[in-house]
């Protein structure tokens, strides 16, 4: 990878120097100038055109070569992926941006206008917020107001309508960027004076969460790993996206378990029309890779958390439980159960799922 990116820079330099000469470049220049094969040269004067760093000046006509021209070094856009899940009046908002660092500055701006958002939390790269259909007034401006903010949220038919208010830097990366990333449908924009503001549609999907258990044996294998294959897995299904993988630690004390007893829970957001191949295809994965004929997996959708479902996953930390409790429960909430003994554990990492990484890890932590 470092040999990639040093290239890239090395090739980059060389189109933007050779713009800066003759305001154009061609393959055979770049061919020439690096001293590499021609093909190697089309290949990355290809690679930075789709990058948005370097555009065409003129096609190619007869013996006429193509020109090009480097233009930046700038990324098209910073924003990988946004995505909207939804349950009734609740919509969670997923925002994949390339920099941690983004990432953080628009949830503090987001945390602070409020809005039509009730959560804002930040796991990397992954901004991840919760709010309520409706429209909220708020504030924008320079420092120390927000420079950015949710101020409504629209679900019409199968599309989820984000309405921003933003300047300066977040005002750019609205009329620039965000159309950019995956999952964006359209966005319109307008300008009232110095603040920016655009509806950012979105499909409304259906957030699924899957809870594993009992997967390994004595001989090898471990939940977690099972888990994080099983999320490459479903998410090759069209339109199926990843959001998260967790580990979660239940009650230490149970008679049976291989190691320390701990479950696993991933998200994926999902076209609704999706679902019920999603569920299909997670029972036949686990049926063919479980290393144990305990396991077992539950499967979640909505967003929301019912107060009795968190205490199912109280119970599952604290006393020994079983299947025929597991499955009431699973019943009660409309959550789908497959599987032997592991359907107690994968249960209750559906219903500890939203938890913090501290309190997941720790059994006997009180929330």
């Known amino acids: 990878m470092a040999s990639v990116l040093e290239h890239r820079r090395q090739y980059l330099r060389l189109m933007r120097q050779l713009t800066l000469d003759t305001g154009f470049f061609t393959v055979t220049d770049i061919q020439t100038a690096a001293a590499i094969p021609r093909s190697t040269a089309q290949d990355w004067v ?11 000046r ?15 070094a700038i990324p098209a856009s910073t924003c990988r992926r946004i995505f909207t899940t939804v349950d009734g009046e ?22 602070l206008a409020g809005g039509a958002l009730t959560r804002v939390e930040r796991d990397g790269t992954l901004l991840r917020e919760c709010g309520r259909v409706g429209t909220y007034a708020i504030d924008i401006g320079l420092s120390p107001l927000p420079a950015v903010g949710v101020a409504g949220i629209g679900h019409t038919g199968e599309g989820i309508v984000q309405h921003i208010r933003c300047i300066g830097g977040p005002a750019y990366s609205l009329t ?49 790993a099972l888990a994080l294959a099983l999320l490459t897995y479903v998410t090759r299904i069209k ?13 230490p004390d149970v008679p049976k378990k291989t190691a320390g007893n701990s479950a696993s829970y991933i ?18 994965f686990l049926a063919d890779e479980a290393l144990s004929p305990d396991w077992g997996i539950a499967i979640r959708t909505g967003i929301c958390m019912p107060p009795g479902l968190r205490e199912y996953g ?20 409309g959550i789908t159960l497959t599987g032997g003994n592991g359907i107690i554990g994968a249960l209750g990492a559906v219903a500890l799922a ?14």
Request: charged share 20%; aromatic share 4%.
């Open 46 to 56: 290809n690679r930075l055109v789709q990058e948005g760093c370097v555009v065409v």
């Open 58 to 72: 003129d096609e190619k006509r007869g013996r006429s070569a193509a020109r090009y021209a480097a233009i930046s």
């Open 90 to 111: 609740h919509v969670e908002i997923f925002h994949d941006c390339m920099s941690g660092a983004c990432a953080a500055f628009c949830g503090y701006h987001h945390r």
């Open 176 to 224: 620039d960027m965000m159309a950019r990333a995956e999952g964006v449908l359209r966005i319109e924009t307008r300008h009232a004076g110095s603040i920016v503001e655009g509806n950012v549609w979105t499909q409304a999907l259906t957030h699924v969460t899957i809870g594993l258990d009992d997967t390994d044996s004595n001989e090898g294998g471990a939940t977690f």
């Open 239 to 251: 339109g199926v996206l990843p959001i998260s993988h967790h580990v979660v630690m239940l009650n």
């Open 267 to 284: 998200e994926v957001a999902a076209p609704p029309a999706q679902v019920e191949q999603l569920t299909s295809r997670t029972r036949r």
């Open 314 to 333: 109280r119970l599952v930390r604290q006393d020994v439980t079983t299947c025929a409790v597991a499955q009431a429960t699973a019943e009660q909430y």
């Open 354 to 367: 939203r938890l913090p990484h501290d309190v997941l890890l720790d059994p006997k932590r009180v929330f």
